[in-house]
Protein backbone atom coordinates (compact mmCIF):
# COMPACT_ATOMS: atom_id res chain seq x y z
CA UNK A 1 0.00 0.00 0.00
CA UNK A 2 1.47 3.29 -0.90
CA UNK A 3 1.81 5.79 2.27
CA UNK A 4 -0.74 8.22 2.68
CA UNK A 5 1.23 11.30 2.11
CA UNK A 6 2.83 10.29 -0.64
CA UNK A 7 -0.67 9.20 -2.47
CA UNK A 8 -1.64 12.27 -1.48
CA UNK A 9 1.51 14.53 -2.97
CA UNK A 10 0.56 12.43 -6.21
CA UNK A 11 -2.96 13.77 -6.15
CA UNK A 12 -1.67 16.93 -5.82
CA UNK A 13 1.08 16.68 -8.37
CA UNK A 14 -1.43 15.55 -11.21
CA UNK A 15 -3.67 18.57 -10.66
CA UNK A 16 -1.72 21.05 -10.74
CA UNK A 17 0.01 19.40 -14.08
CA UNK A 18 -3.06 19.30 -15.08
CA UNK A 19 -3.97 22.98 -14.67
CA UNK A 20 -1.10 23.88 -16.59
CA UNK A 21 -2.10 25.36 -20.38
CA UNK A 22 -2.03 22.06 -22.75
CA UNK A 23 1.42 24.08 -24.52
CA UNK A 24 3.30 23.92 -20.94
CA UNK A 25 2.40 20.26 -20.46
CA UNK A 26 3.41 18.92 -23.74
CA UNK A 27 6.50 20.34 -22.97
CA UNK A 28 6.71 19.10 -19.79
CA UNK A 29 6.02 15.65 -21.41
CA UNK A 30 8.90 15.86 -24.05
CA UNK A 31 11.19 16.63 -21.30
CA UNK A 32 10.11 13.67 -19.23
CA UNK A 33 9.48 10.76 -21.59
CA UNK A 34 11.72 9.03 -24.12
CA UNK A 35 12.03 10.30 -27.70
CA UNK A 36 11.25 8.13 -30.32
CA UNK A 37 12.97 9.07 -34.16
CA UNK A 38 9.76 7.51 -36.24
CA UNK A 39 10.30 6.60 -39.85
CA UNK A 40 7.93 4.87 -42.62
CA UNK A 41 8.74 1.60 -44.56
CA UNK A 42 6.81 0.00 -47.08
CA UNK A 43 7.47 -3.54 -48.30
CA UNK A 44 5.79 -3.32 -52.07
CA UNK A 45 4.91 -6.66 -53.49
CA UNK A 46 4.94 -7.24 -57.22
CA UNK A 47 0.85 -7.96 -57.45
CA UNK A 48 1.35 -10.87 -60.83
CA UNK A 49 4.68 -12.87 -58.94
CA UNK A 50 4.24 -16.51 -58.52
CA UNK A 51 5.65 -18.42 -55.59
CA UNK A 52 7.11 -17.34 -53.12
CA UNK A 53 6.58 -13.59 -55.36
CA UNK A 54 8.74 -10.34 -55.44
CA UNK A 55 10.16 -7.68 -53.20
CA UNK A 56 11.11 -3.91 -54.35
CA UNK A 57 14.10 -3.37 -53.00
CA UNK A 58 16.64 -0.30 -53.06
CA UNK A 59 20.44 -0.21 -53.12
CA UNK A 60 21.42 2.64 -52.18
CA UNK A 61 24.89 4.74 -50.66
CA UNK A 62 27.50 3.14 -49.33
CA UNK A 63 25.70 0.21 -52.00
CA UNK A 64 26.99 -2.56 -49.36
CA UNK A 65 23.49 -4.04 -49.21
CA UNK A 66 19.95 -3.26 -50.33
CA UNK A 67 16.94 -1.80 -48.26
CA UNK A 68 13.46 -1.23 -48.37
CA UNK A 69 11.69 2.08 -49.56
CA UNK A 70 11.91 4.30 -45.84
CA UNK A 71 12.52 7.84 -44.73
CA UNK A 72 12.16 9.33 -41.48
CA UNK A 73 8.56 11.36 -41.39
CA UNK A 74 8.38 15.07 -41.07
CA UNK A 75 7.33 16.81 -38.10
CA UNK A 76 3.01 15.90 -37.74
CA UNK A 77 3.01 13.70 -40.99
CA UNK A 78 0.64 11.05 -40.96
CA UNK A 79 2.60 7.73 -41.16
CA UNK A 80 1.03 6.38 -44.24
CA UNK A 81 1.40 10.09 -46.01
CA UNK A 82 5.14 9.29 -45.30
CA UNK A 83 5.58 6.36 -46.49
CA UNK A 84 3.91 7.04 -49.98
CA UNK A 85 5.82 10.09 -50.21
CA UNK A 86 9.28 8.45 -49.61
CA UNK A 87 8.41 5.73 -51.77
CA UNK A 88 7.77 8.02 -54.32
CA UNK A 89 11.22 9.64 -53.92
CA UNK A 90 13.11 6.82 -54.14
CA UNK A 91 11.68 4.62 -56.22
CA UNK A 92 9.42 6.61 -58.33
CA UNK A 93 6.50 4.13 -57.99
CA UNK A 94 3.50 7.16 -56.96
CA UNK A 95 0.60 5.60 -54.81
CA UNK A 96 -2.34 7.14 -52.89
CA UNK A 97 -1.94 6.91 -48.80
CA UNK A 98 -5.11 4.66 -49.23
CA UNK A 99 -3.37 1.73 -51.01
CA UNK A 100 -1.11 1.31 -48.35
CA UNK A 101 -2.49 -1.06 -45.68
CA UNK A 102 -0.96 -1.42 -42.06
CA UNK A 103 1.89 -4.38 -42.03
CA UNK A 104 1.06 -6.45 -38.82
CA UNK A 105 2.93 -5.66 -36.52
CA UNK A 106 2.40 -2.01 -37.95
CA UNK A 107 5.26 -0.72 -35.94
CA UNK A 108 8.54 -1.84 -34.71
CA UNK A 109 10.13 -0.29 -32.02
CA UNK A 110 14.23 -1.18 -32.65
CA UNK A 111 16.19 -0.61 -29.11
CA UNK A 112 18.23 2.42 -31.00
CA UNK A 113 15.61 4.63 -30.15
CA UNK A 114 13.48 4.56 -33.76
CA UNK A 115 10.42 3.36 -34.33
CA UNK A 116 9.33 2.17 -37.90
CA UNK A 117 5.92 2.43 -39.24
CA UNK A 118 5.51 -0.54 -41.42
CA UNK A 119 3.00 -0.67 -44.90
CA UNK A 120 2.61 -3.05 -47.69
CA UNK A 121 1.64 -2.76 -51.10
CA UNK A 122 1.03 -4.49 -54.17
CA UNK A 123 1.59 -3.10 -57.53
CA UNK A 124 2.22 -4.79 -60.73
CA UNK A 125 6.23 -4.87 -62.06
CA UNK A 126 5.58 -4.89 -65.41
CA UNK A 127 3.71 -1.91 -65.88
CA UNK A 128 5.57 0.06 -62.82
CA UNK A 129 8.24 2.42 -63.87
CA UNK A 130 10.89 2.30 -61.69
CA UNK A 131 13.14 5.78 -60.92
CA UNK A 132 16.22 6.87 -59.31
CA UNK A 133 18.17 9.68 -58.66
CA UNK A 134 21.61 8.11 -58.81
CA UNK A 135 22.24 10.14 -55.33
CA UNK A 136 19.68 8.82 -52.76
CA UNK A 137 19.18 5.52 -54.38
CA UNK A 138 21.21 3.78 -56.89
CA UNK A 139 19.22 1.35 -57.83
CA UNK A 140 15.69 -0.32 -57.31
CA UNK A 141 14.76 -3.68 -58.60
CA UNK A 142 12.06 -6.26 -57.94
CA UNK A 143 13.73 -9.65 -56.42
CA UNK A 144 12.19 -12.80 -55.39
CA UNK A 145 11.11 -13.15 -51.68
CA UNK A 146 13.07 -17.13 -52.04
CA UNK A 147 16.43 -15.28 -53.21
CA UNK A 148 16.98 -12.06 -51.77
CA UNK A 149 20.16 -10.10 -51.99
CA UNK A 150 22.98 -9.11 -49.33
CA UNK A 151 20.74 -7.18 -47.70
CA UNK A 152 21.75 -4.20 -44.85
CA UNK A 153 21.34 -5.18 -41.17
CA UNK A 154 18.55 -3.05 -40.24
CA UNK A 155 16.38 -4.08 -43.34
CA UNK A 156 17.40 -7.83 -42.83
CA UNK A 157 16.62 -7.40 -38.92
CA UNK A 158 12.61 -5.64 -39.97
CA UNK A 159 12.21 -8.26 -42.64
CA UNK A 160 12.57 -11.05 -40.29
CA UNK A 161 9.89 -9.76 -38.26
CA UNK A 162 7.30 -10.69 -41.39
CA UNK A 163 8.84 -14.16 -41.50
CA UNK A 164 11.13 -12.40 -44.81
CA UNK A 165 14.98 -13.04 -45.27
CA UNK A 166 17.49 -14.73 -43.19
CA UNK A 167 16.28 -13.94 -40.30
CA UNK A 168 12.83 -15.30 -40.71
CA UNK A 169 11.00 -17.19 -37.55
CA UNK A 170 14.17 -15.43 -35.03
CA UNK A 171 11.46 -12.74 -33.91
CA UNK A 172 8.21 -13.54 -31.65
CA UNK A 173 4.83 -13.39 -33.52
CA UNK A 174 2.72 -10.91 -32.85
CA UNK A 175 0.10 -10.35 -30.45
CA UNK A 176 -3.22 -11.73 -31.56
CA UNK A 177 -6.00 -8.66 -32.35
CA UNK A 178 -7.82 -8.44 -28.28
CA UNK A 179 -10.91 -8.00 -30.14
CA UNK A 180 -13.86 -8.67 -28.04
Given at each position: ???????????????????????????????????????AVTLV??????????????????????????????????????????????????????????????????????????????????????????????????????????????????????????????????????AP
Amino acid sequence: MIPRTRRTGRAVAYQVFYRLPLPVRRRLVRMAVSKYIVGAVTLVRDSEAGGAGRLLLLRQPPGRGWTLPAGLLQRGENPAVGAVRELYEESGVRLPPARLNPAVPNAIVHAKGWVDMVFTAEVPASSTELTVDGAEVFEAAWHPLDDLPKLTWPTARLLGHYDIGPLAGQFPPPLPDAAP
